[in-house]
Nanobody
Framework: QVQLVESGGGLVQPGGSLRLSCAAS????????MSWARQAPGKGLEWVST????????YYVDSVKGRFTISRDNAKNTLYLQMNSLKPEDAAVYYC???????RGQGTQVTVSS
């Protein structure tokens, strides 16, 4: 079955950077678009970014454009999210998700605080 395991979260100061990873298994990773979503305390799930199956096309929510970069390594079945210039409002649990069914992992916590 589909397994998605996120890692790389942690505590970072405003302006700092983190790189999230998502290890995928149980499906043909290279055949599917993948996404990152996040959920802040007390808020709903927010879509953050999507990458096409071949990595050629990417999409971002406006609030992270120019700061976050989604990428993938189909040889390693791994999805990434490079997050730079982090802001307190970026703090959330981040999930990777398989499109289009939106299967997702357990998430990784990102805390942005001084």
């Amino acid at each position: 079955q589909v397994q998605l395991v996120e890692s790389g979260g942690g505590l970072v100061q405003p302006g700092g950077s983190l790189r999230l990873s998502c290890a995928a298994s149980g499906f043909t990773f290279r055949a599917y678009a993948m996404s990152w979503a996040r959920q802040a305390p007390g808020k709903g799930l927010e879509w953050v970014s999507t990458i096409s199956s071949d990595g050629a096309t990417t999409y971002y929510v406006d609030s992270v454009k120019g700061r976050f970069t989604i990428s993938r390594d189909n040889a390693k079945n791994t999805l990434y999210l490079q997050m730079n210039s982090l802001k307190p409002e970026d703090a959330a649990v981040y999930y990777c998700a398989k499109n289009p069914d939106n299967s997702r992992g357990q998430g990784t916590q990102v805390t942005v605080s001084s």
